[in-house]
């Protein structure tokens, strides 16, 4: 079945310093990914739509400068968060939407566990 | 605008038991509806979707749901629970005009008792 990936499944930094996170669909191509932050026992807010070849499109109050996205190829998208910050901690989860098939379903990743100290 | 509304933060069953998660939705033209389950300290897998056809669907693991149109409703319903059941479910929905990106609702955490 439909697999991705995200790497690596947890982080710790320090303040201020920059931190990628790749999303990668391992068995299919995917147009479009979504890149998610959840917050504990709370639901997911979608921050950013990403498009292969394409700017992301980021929702209401997502700042694009600090959370970077690249969807450099059919197969990965990276988020960068730069210059973290202690409330930057996070669980962050991606999604990848197939480019062929059947498209209303999005297969998730398991997620990177952000501790910014 | 779509919204999916989850009632209850928290359902509590013993195993054996029949189990419900309720799910409630607001949306635009025809609803395409999902469930999805969350372990702890991981990413979500897909259970089941609806998107047209039969209102009753099935899913993974033992898992279906009933789409009813008049009450707007999409609940998932596992007849004998299993405490590996025990977990954080959620219900997302989109419009079939407009956005393809689903609006989930905020989470039901399961938990099934020996």
């Known amino acids: 079945g439909a697999v991705v990936s995200q790497h690596p499944s947890w982080v710790i930094c320090k303040s201020g310093t920059s931190v990628k996170i790749e999303c990668r669909s391992l068995?299919?191509?995917?147009?479009?990914m979504f890149w998610y932050r959840q917050f504990p026992k709370q639901s997911l807010m979608l921050m950013a739509t990403?498009?292969?070849?394409?700017?992301?499109?980021?929702e209401q109050g997502v700042e694009k400068d600090k959370f970077l996205i690249n969807h450099a190829s059919l197969t990965l998208s990276t988020l960068t968060v730069t210059s973290a910050h202690p409330e930057d901690s996070s669980f962050y989860i991606c999604?990848?939407?197939?480019?062929?098939?059947?498209?209303?379903?999005?297969?998730f990743g398991p997620g990177t566990r952000l501790l910014v100290l | 605008a779509q919204s999916v509304a989850q009632p209850e933060d928290q359902v509590n069953v013993a195993e054996g038991n029949p189990l419900t998660v309720k799910c409630t939705y607001s949306?635009?033209?025809?609803?395409?509806l999902f469930w999805y389950v969350q372990y702890p300290n991981r990413g979500l897998q897909f259970l089941l979707k609806?998107?047209?056809?039969?209102?009753l669907v099935k899913g993974s693991y033992g898992f279906e749901a009933e789409f009813n149109k008049s009450q707007t409703s999409f609940h998932l319903k596992k007849p004998s629970a299993l405490v590996s059941d025990s977990a954080l479910y959620f219900c997302?929905?989109?419009?079939?005009?407009?956005?393809?990106?689903?609006?989930f609702g905020r989470g039901t955490s399961l938990i099934v008792h020996p």
């Open positions: 609806y998107i047209t056809g039969d209102n």
């Open positions: 949306v635009s033209g025809n609803p395409y």
């Open positions: 997302a929905v989109r419009g079939s005009g407009g956005s393809y990106i689903p609006t």
């Open positions: 068995d299919f191509q995917a147009t479009t």
């Open positions: 999604s990848a939407r197939p480019a062929s098939g059947y498209q209303e379903t999005q297969y």
């Open positions: 990403s498009n292969e070849g394409s700017k992301a499109t980021y």
